[in-house]
């Protein structure tokens, strides 16, 4: 395993053709912790979730991924005000149908008029007239499939939307949401200790559809004292977070990873991952590690 230094180290996690004409850098950045405790609220330190948001597309991520329903909108208030007018180059994505009534408290709904609803807000939050990637953040078991997604394809007719994803699916549901829409992502969770969307991650490869796992850094038993990720990170001077990104660009290219954090120091460590190169060994011995 090799580690590169590089005033851009996103650059170094290769690209993807989101929807086929969104070329990005694989490694990008999840807005969720720039909110309060509970993802609910202002962050206690607002500035800093600004310098967070501007140091990350300093290191060269293009892909930011937020919600409507953190903070409420908070996420997507603070991505505007440190990032508008936005560069060329970035790709947001943002989400809807999950509704919220206080800190830890997440509920899908998916009625027709809610997501459109939410849609348009998340346009005036974000300051655009499109969004690039706009995901259904659950599916609402009271509303038929076809009602929710129907209405993202309506959007997308009316140019507020350009690309449609799902999050937290089934194969089989992926499936029946290609039926009804073009769905270029998938965001379930996924991690090096945590392979449960296995199964979504080998289809979203076979269909070159891109995988967004949330939650991507989390390691487990595998950074005790003594495992794997532990004598990796000592061997070859990297965190046993660094590594699991690392890990996660190397299961498959159609894998986005986007760590999220409060803290500069920590986006500068997570994007310093892209750099990290996995030997065949190294990539198996993590791989068959859980």
Sequence with gaps: MTAQTTSRPADASGTFALGGDLPINRLGYGAMQITGPGVWGDPDDPAEAVRVLRRAVELGVNFIDTADSYGPFVSESLIRLALHPYADDL?????????????????????????????????????LEQIDLYQLHRIDPAVPLADQLGALVELQQEGKIRHIGVSEVTVEQLKQAREIADIVSV????????????????????????????????TGELARPGGPLDTFADEHGASP????????????????????????????????????????????????AV
């Design 187 to 218: 965001q379930n969770l996924y991690n090096l200790a945590n392979r449960k969307a296995e199964d979504v991650l080998d289809y979203a490869t076979a269909e070159n559809i891109a995988f967004i796992p949330w939650f991507p850094i989390a």
């Design 91 to 127: 790709v947001i994505a943002t989400k809807g149908g999950l509704t919220r009534s206080g800190p830890g408290d997440w509920r899908p709904v998916g009625r027709p008029e809610y997501l459109r609803q939410q849609l348009h807000l998340s346009l005036r939050h974000l300051g």
């Design 241 to 288: 977070s660094q590594l699991a990104l690392a890990w996660l660009l190397r299961r498959s290219p159609v894998v986005l990873p986007i760590p999220g954090t409060s803290s500069v120091g920590h986006v500068e460590e997570n994007t310093s991952a892209a750099t990290i190169t996995l030997s065949d060994e190294e990539f198996v011995a993590l791989t068959d």
